[in-house]
């Protein structure tokens, strides 16, 4: 029995969801697999929030307001950002992720960081439901995990 298996068979969960709107063809196909997964694995829609944002560079602050609801056992953050002509790439990259990871260190929930960094849009369609599998379906997968580790006792 795997721990997907183990938290949606004993109980369930509240996920909240961030996504960027910035490179929608991508972030769009993330959100479904994200939402397909979670109802294959028990989790009703009911129990799910999705918040929109601009960019990628918006999700730790959206991800941080859902989290101080204390309503949600899990975060889901989902982006994409694709390299330009600038650097603009690199702190928008560097940034998102060191606030996403902060979150999931100090905040009281998992926060999984679903955010695609590519060099080009291929890369991008290619793990958003292409040959390189959905970024979202694993997220899913494993914020469940994470909550499931958060509800055991170590003792
Ligand atoms: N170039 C990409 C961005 N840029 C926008 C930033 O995320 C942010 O919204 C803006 O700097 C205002 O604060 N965002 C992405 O998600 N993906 C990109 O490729
Ligand atoms: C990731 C970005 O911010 C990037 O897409 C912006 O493109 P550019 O560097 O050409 O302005």
């Given at each position: 029995?795997?721990?997907?298996?183990?938290?949606?068979?004993?109980?369930?969960?509240?996920?909240?969801?961030?996504?960027a709107?910035?490179?929608?063809?991508?972030?769009?196909?993330l959100?479904e697999?994200?939402?397909?997964?979670?109802?294959?694995?028990?989790?009703?829609?009911?129990?799910?929030?999705?918040?929109?944002?601009?960019?990628?560079?918006?999700?730790?602050?959206?991800?941080?307001?859902?989290?101080?609801?204390?309503?949600?056992?899990?975060?889901?953050?989902?982006?994409?950002?694709?390299?330009?002509?600038?650097?603009?790439?690199?702190?928008?990259?560097?940034?998102?992720?060191?606030?996403?990871?902060?979150?999931?260190?100090?905040?009281?929930?998992?926060?999984?960081?679903?955010?695609?960094?590519?060099?080009?849009?291929?890369?991008?369609?290619?793990?958003?439901?292409?040959?390189?599998?959905?970024?979202?379906?694993?997220?899913?997968?494993?914020?469940?995990?994470?909550?499931?580790?958060?509800?055991?006792?170590?003792s």
């Open positions: 029995m795997n721990n997907q298996q183990t938290l949606t068979q004993k109980s369930t969960a509240k996920i909240g969801i961030v996504v709107d910035f490179n929608e063809i991508v972030t769009s196909r959100l697999g994200t939402l397909s997964e979670l109802n294959h694995l028990g989790i009703q829609t009911k129990d799910i929030k999705v918040v929109h944002v601009p960019g990628a560079f918006e999700l730790p602050r959206a991800a941080k307001r859902l989290m101080e609801t204390e309503l949600f056992d899990g975060i889901i953050a989902l982006g994409a950002v694709i390299r330009g002509e600038t650097s603009h790439y690199d702190y928008v990259c560097a940034e998102t992720a060191k606030g996403l990871a902060e979150l999931s260190l100090q905040g009281a929930n998992p926060v999984m960081f679903g955010v695609l960094t590519t060099d080009n849009i291929e890369q991008a369609l290619n793990r958003s439901g292409g040959k390189g599998g959905n970024k979202g379906r694993d997220c899913a997968q494993g914020v469940l995990q994470m909550i499931n580790l958060d509800r055991r006792d170590f």
